[in-house]
């Protein structure tokens, strides 16, 4: 795993931190868009790239879903005096997103020592593997996960029922979901590929971008410490 941390601009004293992890194409532009608007907040932004380390590509025949790579990414995070440990929160988009749950699982809340994960963001992440298991498990901080109508990956129904699966146990799963909006919206291709098996239709809209945008830093301003 490889990371980049950048620091919001003239902001004093430590400050609160996201964690970024990108989806199957490998690290993409759209990433390091999220990654400034969350600077633009006044938050930290850690960008993991969890391929170039692997020497992994989006045509690798094996790709794994490292989650445990925010763990590491946070005990990096928890040695940095600039960075308030105990405000943390994870972001993934598609794979990336995938890692969020697995993350935010209170299961591992030991690995994480004294740092904190006040929020988890997934977008458009695959979550029908985690169904069964979301009513036990103990969420560090309740997720959002953001998706469109028009997603053939990561359908709305899915996450229906992921969500209605995590209230039915007292696990409080927030789920937005975008209509006509595709897998990757917030990307820069307009396309047709193979995701898992799967042909997954990708296109840009800009309008469900910005309103995602939107989306999550009301979600993330609070836990965060941070104005809204």
């Known amino acids: 795993m490889s990371a980049r941390l950048e620091l919001p601009k003239g902001v004093t004293g430590a400050v609160p931190a996201v964690i970024l992890a990108h989806g199957t194409n490998g690290y993409e532009p759209a990433l390091a868009r ?53 405000r943390i929160a994870l972001f993934g988009q598609s794979r990336g997103g995938n890692m969020v749950p697995l993350a935010s699982d209170g299961q591992h809340k030991s690995s994480y020592g004294e740092a904190r994960i006040a929020a988890s ?22 997720p959002l996960i953001l998706l469109g109508t028009k997603d053939s990956f990561a359908t709305p129904d899915e996450y229906k029922r992921f969500a209605a699966a995590g209230d039915a146990a007292g696990r ?27 042909t997954v239709t990708f296109r840009r809209n800009a309008k469900v971008t910005d309103q995602a945008r939107n989306d999550v830093w009301m979600f993330l301003a609070e836990p965060l410490g941070l104005p809204k």
């Open 34 to 86: 999220w990654a400034k608007f969350l600077r633009e907040q006044g938050a930290a932004s850690f960008e993991l790239d969890y391929f170039t380390g692997r020497s992994l590509t989006n045509a690798s025949a094996n790709i794994p879903t490292p989650f445990g790579d925010f763990i590491e990414a946070v005990k990096v995070l928890t040695t940095d005096p600039r960075i308030d440990m105990k």
């Open 121 to 142: 963001v997934a977008l458009y992440p695959s979550c029908a593997n985690y169904i069964n298991g979301v009513g036990k498990a103990a969420f560090n901080a309740p």
């Open 172 to 198: 409080k799963v927030e789920v937005i979901v975008y209509p006509d909006a595709h897998h990757l919206f917030d990307g820069d291709e307009d396309r047709d590929g193979r995701v898992a098996g799967k």
